[in-house]
């Protein structure tokens, strides 16, 4: 257990915050005690989850940072498959706030999923770039469950772009989780940033005017009314 704690110290985390870390460890040490198959269900729950959870590649890094005799292409394969599944989850559970859309905005979202159901990679592609990069996907899938949306590529391209990006983010460890823990000292802080990051993503996504951006090529913004009260 002191192993453990003193190995999440060293990433960064601030001294003053003894019990926290402590609480960390734990889970660390529970879930990790279940090998690939406990790092596998703590992706899911993070996934699963909408806002106030920290990014995914922290959590694999940091168990990778605990465990260096796990493999980095079997762990980011297993991550990749929690994440996946936690977003199918998300996407499910988004689809059911759909009756509170207003007809409006219905028919704006409708309009991307026709647009990307008529490109053959149209959903690869664009679940591919969220899960390669940084870009919060959990208002990526939220919109896909908004959208009704429904494609295989949804996932294959999600479970691609984050075995990538886990990867790569597990083997740089150190330098990749160190700047982000010292950026977001205070760890709740850090997620809501990134959390309103997201919805201003999210905001965004619901204010284009998709009919005129995709049959007449020019950007224009409707009023974002989204919730039909």
Known sequence: MKFL???????????TEHDNIYKMADIFEIFGELSYFGIFLVLVGVNASPIL?????????????LDPSLNVVVLAMVGATGATIGRFFLKKISGSFR????????SNLNIVGDYLNKKKYGYAVASFLFGATPLPSNFLFISYGLMRAKSIGIYVGFWLGR????VVMINFG??????????????LT?????????????????????????????????????WRL
Do not use: H
């Open 174 to 187: 150190n330098a990749a989780l160190r700047p982000f823990l010292e950026i977001f000292e205070d760890q």
């Open 99 to 106: 009756k509170f859309v207003s007809e409006e905005q219905k």
């Open 163 to 166: 075995t990538v990006s886990y």
């Open 190 to 226: 850090g997620i809501l940033l990134i959390d309103a990051a997201g919805i201003g993503i999210l905001v965004f996504f619901a204010s284009v005017n998709w009919t005129q951006l995709i049959t007449q090529r020019k950007l224009g913004f409707v009023k974002p009314k989204v």
């Open 5 to 15: 704690c003193d190995k999440i110290l060293i990433q960064g985390f601030r001294n």
């Open 53 to 65: 959870m920290p990014p995914s590649w922290v959590v694999l890094t940091s168990f990778y940072l």
